[in-house]
């Protein structure tokens, strides 16, 4: 079982609409950290976080810890096709990052 | 500032050839090094880690292995490849409490 599920696996959409994307977990967590992949290339960090409860906004994008620490969200506002790619959810635990099953976004113009 | 290499880029080895991937790190000292392995679109599983020269941790039992000879120095090999290693492969470093950062990937494709 994974540690960290991510929903929904894939999810397309119009530019201009809003969506929501979500990690869930069974475990409690200190941090809760969201990349984005591009094909061919290496995940890039968006942000972290890290007190329950806590919201981060990055532009269009805010980011949601559940106030239990178990569960985090994406939200993404008026899409734009360059917000297309794979999005990671992933925790640190003991010396390494485990990463949840991503959520594959694309934004159709 | 940090920075992380990976090559080479893109790979198309034969069945049963032998592997090896380098990840090297500037700018930091005594860096956690990771080797993940990615499928189509999914996400990320962890290989090996490791958390100083000669220390290697490894995650799931497979055909690959790892070492690291320098500090900031991670090599991923295979003595003979399967078609089932083909992937998409990252290293990454990170510091103690520092989210890792990651290499471009090495596309790797056994035919």
């Given at each position: 079982?994974?540690?960290?599920?991510?929903?929904?696996?894939?999810?397309?959409?119009?530019?201009?609409?809003?969506?929501?994307?979500?990690?869930?977990?069974?475990?409690?967590?200190?941090?809760?950290?969201?990349?984005?992949?591009?094909?061919?290339?290496?995940?890039?960090?968006?942000?972290?976080?890290?007190?329950?409860?806590?919201?981060?906004?990055?532009?269009?994008?805010?980011?949601?810890?559940?106030?239990?620490?178990?569960?985090?969200?994406?939200?993404?506002?008026?899409?734009?096709?360059?917000?297309?790619?794979?999005?990671?959810?992933?925790?640190?635990?003991?010396?390494?990052?485990?990463?949840?099953?991503?959520?594959?976004?694309?934004?159709?113009? | 500032?940090?920075?992380?290499?990976?090559?080479?880029?893109?790979?198309?080895?034969?069945?049963?050839?032998?592997?090896?991937?380098?990840?090297?790190?500037?700018?930091?000292?005594?860096?956690?090094l990771?080797w993940?392995?990615?499928?189509?679109?999914?996400?990320?599983?962890?290989l090996f880690y490791s958390v100083g020269i000669g220390q290697i941790s490894s995650e799931?039992?497979?055909?690959?292995s790892a070492s690291r000879?320098?500090?900031?120095?991670f090599i991923?090999?295979?003595?003979?490849?399967?078609?089932?290693?083909?992937?998409?492969?990252?290293?990454?470093?990170?510091?103690?409490?520092?989210?890792?950062?990651?290499?471009?990937?090495?596309?790797?494709?056994?035919?």
């Amino acid at each position: 079982t994974q540690l960290l599920e991510q929903s929904p696996q894939f999810l397309s959409i119009q530019e201009g609409e809003n969506l929501t994307v979500y990690c869930n977990s069974s475990s409690v967590f200190s941090s809760l950290q969201w990349y984005r992949q591009e094909p061919g290339e290496g995940p890039v960090l968006l942000v972290t976080v890290v007190t329950g409860g806590e919201v981060k906004k990055l532009k269009r994008l805010t980011f949601q810890f559940g106030d239990a620490r178990k569960d985090s969200s994406l939200h993404i506002t008026a899409a734009q096709p360059g917000d297309t790619g794979l999005y990671l959810c992933a925790i640190q635990g003991a010396q390494k990052l485990v990463f949840g099953q991503g959520t594959r976004l694309t934004i159709n113009p | 500032s940090q920075t992380i290499h990976q090559w080479p880029a893109t790979l198309v080895q034969p069945v049963g050839s032998p592997l090896s991937l380098e990840c090297t790190v500037e700018g930091t000292s005594n860096p956690n090094l990771y080797w993940y392995r990615q499928a189509a679109g999914r996400g990320l599983q962890l290989l090996f880690y490791s958390v100083g020269i000669g220390q290697i941790s490894s995650e799931v039992p497979q055909n690959l292995s790892a070492s690291r000879p320098q500090d900031r120095q991670f090599i991923l090999s295979s003595k003979k490849l399967l078609l089932s290693d083909s992937g998409f492969y990252l290293c990454a470093w990170s510091e103690w409490g520092i989210t890792p950062f990651f290499g471009q990937g090495t596309r790797l494709t056994v035919v």
